[in-house]
Each structure stands twice: as structure tokens, then as C-alpha cells.
């Protein structure tokens, strides 16, 4: 009887699992293969640090968990990371450059908050961004990620 | 906590609002000490965002470095009563409605004042929007490509010059 019960249970065991393994499957069954990403940001050849990246879909037909976001350190090394874990699901990316805000003590409502902000920014390498890499619409930076492929040096041209 | 909040655009970060190039950043309808008029609107009244819907779950939403607020609904308090009134009254199309934290960005700064300015909905992939005619329109604007995230922002920005169809 006992035994029975355990074999009756057994179709129902089986799709727990697999439920379970499709959603820990990173990208999932549909999505296009993930891709730990990394790389460096130059402008004009010479290093872009401390800047953000947003890598946003070219394809449709996916959530915006595939949107990618990056933060360039002070050597403008960076790596995506996506809602669907770390790297990007493989696939067209548009890529818009911004800066990142400025240390949490330049973020307060006070009257010399305006010219210590511009300090900081106009104390960063190799500014300003160019105007049109932070528009979707004008942002000339079009990243094919591959599977395999890991390394995505981003050159940007003033 | 404040579930409706104002159209700051693309660039809503309430940090920017100190920042020494205010009027070229800002690109929505409302921000601190900035202010639009109807001739503003040059994209017309029905096809901008005045304000819309807020959702304050995400689970990955922990308490950063850098951010005094402990979870999302502290992060935003009622009109002006946040040490940085930002928080509490605008959201932007910096990340597109719905968005939410990924579980690698748990406790990072930057991700977390994504979220508190995201618009969304608790309702299904559709949120509310009031727009500048005052009609409302409960649009799908969850960004999931470019072409759908620059949608909002064009839906955000009054006056960009871009022709837009609602979804």
C-alpha cells in the first residue's frame, strides 16, 4: 500500500523538478543563451572611466529583465549584468553611455552642492561624453553578443 | 508612501537636480525648481506624460551605501517630507515601466534610485498614466527592446520632435 502511494506521487515529483530546473535555468528555455560580459570603455582611444552603460535589446519578444546595466570603475573596466543574472542573453544590443552620479556626500540639497558636483565631473578623464551616446535614438554603439565571446572592448569616437 | 508621481523624463535622478546643467538634462514635465508651460508641450498634450503610477515591491530592493532609506517604501514618503523630496514625487522612462532590481543588484545605489524613479504598476504589465490633456491612458510600457524603450522616453520627453503612436 505504502509503496503504491510512493509510485502514484511520482509523475507529480517529476514536474516539480522540471519547473524547477527551467526557472533556474539563468536565461530560460526561450530566451537566448546567457553571456558573462566584460571589457573596457575608451574614447578616442584613450580610457572612459567611471562611466554607466545601458544595454538595451535591439530584438523583441523578451521581457526588459534582458536589460543590461554596467559600470565602468576608475581603470573603465567593466561588467554587465542583466535581470537574468550576471552577463546579458545573447543577442543585438543598443548601448547608451551616461555618467554615474556623484559620491553620496555630493548629493546633498546644499548650496555649494552645484559647484562641488561640477568639480567632479569636470575632474573625471576624458570628458565630456559625447552628447549623442546617451540617446537610444542618436547612439551610434551596437553590440553583437555572441556565446563564446566574453570580451567587448566599447570604443567610443568624440 | 507616494504611489503617484510626477513625469521627471529620461533623466529624472533626483542627484541631477543640484547639478550645474539642470536645464540641459531635464527633459520630462516636473522636477525641482524647474517648471513647464503648455507651449512647453510642443509634442502635444495627449501624447505626454504628465504623471503615472508607482509600485513599491521589489524584492531586491535592500538598503545601499549611500542611501539612508531602509526599503523601497521609506525611500518614498509622502509629498516633501524626504530629506530628498525627489524621492518622493517624480519617476522618469530612465528604465522602463516595471522594471525591477536584478537579483546582482541587490544593495547597489545606483540600482536602487533606478527603482525608486521607475513607474510601474501592481496591476498586470499595464500601468496608469495621466496625460497632458488629462485623460488617462493605462499603457504597456515595459521597455522590453529599444524600439519600445525609446517609445516612453519619447512619451516622457514633451518636446522632442519624435512623432509617437500610443501602444
Not at chain 2, 526599503?71 to 522594471?99: M, Q, Y
Amino acid at each position: 500500500m505504502r509503496a503504491r502511494e510512493v509510485i502514484a506521487r511520482w509523475p507529480c515529483v517529476a514536474v516539480v523538478v522540471v519547473v524547477f530546473a527551467v526557472l533556474q535555468g539563468g536565461c530560460g528555455r526561450s530566451r537566448p543563451p546567457m553571456v558573462p560580459i566584460a571589457g573596457t570603455v575608451t574614447l578616442d582611444g584613450k580610457p572612459l572611466p567611471k562611466v554607466r552603460l545601458e544595454f538595451t535589446p535591439a530584438f523583441s519578444g523578451f521581457g526588459s529583465e534582458l536589460l543590461g546595466m554596467a559600470e565602468a570603475g576608475d581603470d573603465a573596466a567593466f561588467r554587465a549584468t542583466s535581470g537574468v543574472g550576471e552577463g546579458l542573453c545573447a543577442g543585438t544590443y543598443k548601448v547608451t553611455v551616461h555618467e554615474q552620479p556623484p559620491p553620496a556626500d555630493m548629493q546633498e540639497y546644499r548650496a555649494d552642492t552645484p559647484a562641488r558636483q561640477k568639480a567632479y565631473y569636470a575632474a573625471l578623464a576624458n570628458r565630456p561624453i559625447p552628447e549623442r551616446y546617451g540617446s537610444l535614438a542618436t547612439t551610434p554603439l551596437v553590440v553583437e553578443i555572441v556565446p563564446g565571446t566574453t570580451d567587448y572592448p566599447l570604443a567610443l569616437q568624440r | 508612501m507616494n504611489s503617484y508621481v510626477g513625469n521627471a523624463g529620461q533623466n529624472h535622478w533626483d542627484w541631477l537636480n543640484e547639478s550645474i546643467n539642470a536645464r540641459e538634462w531635464f527633459n520630462g514635465m516636473f522636477q525641482v525648481n524647474q517648471r513647464r508651460t503648455i507651449k512647453d508641450v510642443s509634442d502635444g498634450l495627449t501624447k505626454t506624460i504628465m504623471a503615472g503610477e508607482r509600485f513599491s515591491k521589489d524584492d531586491n530592493f535592500v538598503q545601499a551605501s549611500g542611501m539612508a532609506c531602509v526599503d523601497l517604501p521609506s525611500c518614498r514618503g509622502w509629498a516633501w517630507n524626504n530629506s530628498r523630496s525627489g524621492l518622493d514625487l517624480f519617476a522618469g522612462s530612465r528604465v522602463p515601466a516595471n522594471w525591477t532590481i536584478p537579483a546582482s543588484g541587490r544593495g547597489n545605489v545606483t540600482f536602487n534610485r533606478l527603482r525608486v524613479h521607475a513607474f510601474g504598476s501592481g496591476h498586470g504589465e499595464i500601468s496608469g498614466y495621466v496625460m497632458g490633456d488629462g485623460s488617462v491612458q493605462f499603457l504597456k510600457l515595459d521597455g522590453a527592446d529599444a524600439d519600445s524603450l525609446d517609445l516612453f522616453r519619447r512619451l516622457t520627453n514633451p518636446s522632442d520632435g519624435q512623432p509617437v503612436k500610443l501602444p
